[in-house]
C-alpha cells in the first residue's frame, strides 16, 4: 500500500541544450560572491568552465575559485574547502561538473559554518543541519548519480576507511541545475557506462523491495526501459542528443526523491558498494555493478514475485510455461548481458579488491533493513567472496 507523505523537490531544472542561458537569472538571486567548484580540469578543456565564469564575470560577480575536487571526494578536500568559503563569507556554490562536484558541494554548503567536525556531525553521527547553509547551483557535466536533483552527499576518509553518504534535506538540495546533454558527450566511455549503471541500480534499490503493487513500480519499470534502449543507442553513437537526453533526464528521475515516496528501500548494493570505495577508490558506478548479481541472487529468493515482475516487465521475458524463481532467474540473466554489453566490472577484484581487504570492507557495510532481507555481516562477506 502507498504509504503517506509529503512530497515537494525545491530543486529547479533548466534542462537543454541552451539551458545555460539560464544561470544569469538564477544568479540574481543571491549575492555578489561566488566560490566555483569544479573537478579535474574537463571543464577547462571542453570550453564550460569559460562559459561559466564570463557569465559570472558579465552578472558582476565576485569569482573564488574552489577546483581539484577530486572524484570520491575527500574529508582533507572538505575541510579545505571550508576554509575558502568561510574566509570569503561566499553567498553561493557553483558546482560545476559530476556527481562528486555536486556531492562536494552540498557537504561544504552545510560544513563551511558547522562549529563541530563536519565529518564527525553530519557522516558519522547523522545529525541534522542546525547551523547556517550556502545555497548551491549544478552545472552537470557527467550523469548518473542524481545529485544534481536530491540531497545526497557522500564524503570519503581514506584514513579510516569510510565512504559514507548523508541524505541532506529539501533546504541543502541545489536551488537550481543546469542540465545540457550535449555536456555529457565528452565523458569518456567507462565513466559514461559507470553513470548509466549507477543510474539504473539507483531504481533497482528503489523498486526490490515492499510487496505491494505500488504506482512507483511501474514509474521505476519505465525509467529502466528508457534507460536500457538509451544506454544501447549511447554505446553505438556517444553524440546521440536523444539517448544522452533520455539517459540525463531519467538519471535525474531515478534519484530526486519522487521513487521513494510511499514505499520501503533497499540501498544494500550502495551500502557494500561504498565501502568497497572507501578500500579502493574505485568509481562509484563499478563497485555497484561489480556486486550486484552476486547480492540480488543471493536475496532473490526472499522477493521471488517482484524479481519474477522485472524479468516481465523490464526485460520482456516470456513468462510462459515458467514459475516465478525461472521467470527471477531469467530477469537476472537478462540484465547480466546488458551490463556485459555496456562493459562495467562485473567483479570486486577487477576494481582492485584482495581477500585481505574482504573482513575490513563487511565491516564498513552499513546493514540497512528495507530490502527483502536483512543482511549479517556473514551474509556481506558471502556476497563480496561471490562477487571475487
Ligand atoms: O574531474 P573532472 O576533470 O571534471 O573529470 C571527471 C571525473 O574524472 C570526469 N568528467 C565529468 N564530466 C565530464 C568528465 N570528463 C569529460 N567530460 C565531461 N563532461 O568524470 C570523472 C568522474 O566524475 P564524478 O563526478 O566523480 O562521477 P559521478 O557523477 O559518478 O560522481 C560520483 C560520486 O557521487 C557519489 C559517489 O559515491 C561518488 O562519490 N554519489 C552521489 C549520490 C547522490 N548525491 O545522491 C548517489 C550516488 O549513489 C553516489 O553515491
Ligand atoms: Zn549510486
Redesign the pocket.
Known sequence: MLGNFTYCNPTRVHFGEKALEALSGELAGYGGKVLLA??????K??G?YQQVVDILNRCGKEVFELPG?????TVEKLYEGCRIAREHDVDLILAV???????YA?ALSVSAWCAQDPWEKYYLRMEDVDNRIIPVGCVL???????EM?G???I?NHRQKR?I?H?FGSNVMPKFTILNPT??????MK?MV??IY?AFN?ICEQYFSGTDDNTTDYIAEGLMKSLIVSSRAALRNPEDYEARSNIMWAATWA?NTLLAMGKSTDWEV?MIG?SI?AYTDA???MT?SAVSLAYYRFIMEYGLPKFARFAVNVWGVDPRGKDDRALAQAGLEAMEAWMKELGVAMNIRDLGVTEDMLEGIADGTFLLSGGYRELTRADVIQILKASM
Open positions: 569544479y573537478g579535474g580540469g574537463s571543464i578543456k571542453s564550460l575536487v577530486m572524484p570520491n571526494p561538473g559530476g556527481g562528486s562536484v555536486c556531492d552540498k557535466t557527467m550523469v548518473g548519480t542524481g545529485s536530491n545526497g552527499s557522500v570519503t565512504k553518504g541524505v555536456y555529457t558527450f565528452t565523458v569518456p565513466q559507470a553513470g549507477d539507483h534519484l550502495h561504498q570505495g568509481t562509484h558506478g555497484l
